[in-house]
Nanobody, 116 residues
């Protein structure tokens, strides 16, 4: 069955870094656009970063541009989110998403907390 399993979240101090991973299985990974979303308490889920099927194009929310980098390894069926210069406002549950024209899959999320 389809699985998206996020890992790498945790507690980090402001200015620190984390690398999230999302391991995919149960579908043809290279056929899907992959994204990271996040949801902070009391707020709507928001798009953080997107990467096209073979990594040729990426897009970022304005709030994370220059600090976050999305990448993917189709051989390992894994998508990554490198997060640098973290701020308290980056605190949220981060979700991995896989999408085609007709299908849309979500992971269970991983908590990222930025606090001193």
């Amino acid at each position: 069955q389809v699985q998206l399993v996020e890992s790498g979240g945790g507690l980090v101090q402001p200015g620190g870094s984390l690398r999230l991973s999302c391991a995919a299985s149960g579908f043809t990974f290279s056929s899907y656009v992959m994204s990271w979303y996040r949801q902070a308490p009391g707020k709507e889920r928001e798009l953080v970063a997107v990467i096209t099927r073979f990594g040729g194009s990426t897009e970022y929310a304005d709030s994370v541009k220059g600090r976050f980098t999305i990448s993917r390894d189709n051989a390992k069926t894994t998508v990554y989110l490198q997060m640098n210069s973290l701020k308290p406002e980056d605190t949220a549950v981060y979700f991995c998403n896989a999408k085609t024209k007709d299908l849309n899959y979500w992971g269970q999320g991983t908590q990222v907390t930025v606090s001193s």
